[in-house]
């Protein structure tokens, strides 16, 4: 399986791995119901961290992003073992459908699915529980649509198991850690953490663009 993700944000920007914390552990959920726990890799969009959303639309039709991006989905995708390819987010699905548009893409019949990014019903509910339960319920319903499919498509899993869709919200039990091998040599146990640890801080756009916080989660303090 191939995930393909948007842009690193500032805890990705620090883990040196997209796809970390909630959104992380609710997209290793995702993989682990199909039994997946190993076979997958992940990039992004961007290499690179953009600075808001309105930074990443700005370089959607960047040819110069396209040309290396792709260069990276050749190699991922050209006479390899991936058989499925799953977006979140609009972005991270236009970088993909820009490369089934190239000479490389157009020969590939690998399985696509495109999916709402996981951290959407608190994006968009901006904190009305009503709408969140709404939107969280909708997404659900999509990711169990596409589980379908991408069940009935796949060959060999990791792990044998019983496909168990998704309920009308979001339970503990769909979530998954980032294993430790996901991450760098040495990484603490908190960078895969649900709670935020990472921040950009300053009193202008410029200020934020240059300055990440970390501060390790209360709970997750090794020392105490």
Do not use: C
């Amino acid at each position: 399986m191939l995930v393909v993700g948007q842009d690193p944000g500032q805890h990705e920007s620090i883990a040196h791995r997209i796809l970390v914390g909630e959104a992380g552990q609710r997209v290793q959920g995702l993989l682990a119901k199909l039994g997946i726990e190993r076979s997958y890799v992940m990039v992004n969009a961007y290499l690179y961290s953009v600075y808001g959303q309105r930074a990443g639309e700005k370089h959607e039709g960047n040819e110069k992003i396209a040309a290396y991006r792709n260069r990276w989905l050749d190699a991922l995708l050209i006479d390899t073992q991936v058989e499925a390819v799953v977006s979140f987010g609009h972005l991270a699905r236009s970088a993909f459908e820009g490369w089934q548009a190239t000479a490389s893409g157009a020969q590939s019949q690998v399985t696509f699915e495109h999916l709402t990014h996981p951290t959407m019903p608190e994006a968009s509910s901006k904190g009305d529980p009503a709408k969140k339960a709404t939107a969280t319920k909708k997404m659900l319903a999509q990711y169990n649509a596409a589980l379908t499919r991408l069940d009935a498509q796949l060959g060999e899993r990791d792990v044998d198991r019983e496909l168990i869709a998704y309920g009308d919200e979001l339970l503990a039990s769909d979530r998954s850690p980032i294993p430790a091998y996901d991450l760098p040599a040495g990484a603490p146990p908190w960078w895969s953490s649900v709670k935020q640890w990472a921040a950009r801080k300053g009193d202008t756009a410029e200020e934020k663009r240059a300055t990440i916080e970390v501060v390790v989660p209360t709970a997750e303090r090794p020392w105490r």
